[in-house]
DNA sequence: CCTTGACCTTCCTGTCACTAGAACCTCTAT
DNA sequence: ATAGAGGTTCTAGTGACAGGAAGGTCAAGG
C-alpha cells in the first residue's frame, strides 16, 4: 500500500502519517522506488493512533499504549492507569472551562450590545470591582 | 518601573511582558541606559491583557478588545460579539471534551486493572467492536 | 576601587501535533 | 512525449509563551 490509500483506510492525513513515521510510531518498509510500502499491520498502527488521538491521548501516551498494546504480558492496571490520568486530566480542563464560562456568560448577558459604549464586559476587563472576577486568577 | 516591578504588580512573568511588547500589544518607553521604563497606563494594559487571557481570550481577541476599550466612540455590540463568539467557542471545546470524557470514562469502567493482559480499552483502540466507539471519529 | 549579586538586555531554541508549500521524482494513461 | 496524479524530502509556520546563553547595568559592601 502506498501511503494514498493508507491514508484513506486510516483517516489520517498523509502528512500525519508521515509525521508518525518522523517521530517512530510507525516504521513502514520502502519500495524500491523509494515510496513507503505500507503493510496492513501498519494500517491497524495507524487506526490504532487515530482513535488514541480521537480521545485526547497525546502523542506520547500513544507511543506507551502501542508499547502495551505490543507487550502480551502486560498488565491491564499499567493501561488503566494512563486512560485514568488522562481522564482526570479531561476532568481538570472541563471544570476550567466551566468556570471560565461562568464568568464570562454572566459578563456577555450583563452587557446591552447596543450603540452606546458602556459595557460591563471592558469594565470587568478593566478592573473595575462591580461583580465578581474571572473564574483563575493566575 | 522596570520589568521586575511590572511583572509583580501585573502578576505577568517578564517573559510575557517582554512577548507582548514584540507584538505590539504594549509599547513601554525606554530609560537612557536600554531598561525598559513602564507607566501606569502600561501596567493597566497589562493587567487588562492578564484578565482577558486568564477568561481565555486569544492574544488577538486581546488586542481588539484593547482596541475597543481605548475607543470611547465604540458600541457595546462590538464587545459583546467579541465575547459571544468566545463563548460559543468555550462551549464548543466543553461539549467535545464532555463526549471524550464519556467514552474514556466508560472504557476505565470496564478495566479490571488488575495483572491480567486482557484489556477493554486496548480492545477498543485496537477496533474491536465490543462497545461504542469514541466520540469524535474524524 | 573592586566585586558580588540582582536585575536588565537581546537572541536563539523548544514546546505540541501537526499543516502548508516548494522543489523535485515516479508512475500510468493517452 | 506528455500530462496529471501520485510520491519524496526539506523548511517554515502555527499559539503563546518558557528556558537558557551571553552580556550590559546598578546599588551595596569590603
Known sequence: MNIGEVAERSGLPAKTIRYYEDIGLITPLRSSN??????????????FLGRARALGFTIEDCRRLLEL?????????QVK????????AIDEKIAH???????????????AGDDRPDCPILQD????????RAAKPA
Open 81 to 88: 492507569a494512563v486512560a485514568s490520568e488522562h481522564l482526570s
Open 34 to 47: 523509494g515510496y513507503r510500502a505500507f503493510r496492513e499491520s501498519d494500517l491497524h498502527r495507524l487506526r
Open 125 to 132: 476587563l478593566a478592573g473595575a470591582d462591580t461583580a465578581k
Open 97 to 111: 472551562l466551566k468556570s471560565l464560562r461562568a464568568t464570562l456568560a454572566h459578563l456577555v448577558h450583563c452587557c
Open 69 to 77: 498494546y505490543a507487550d502480551t504480558g502486560r498488565e491491564s492496571a
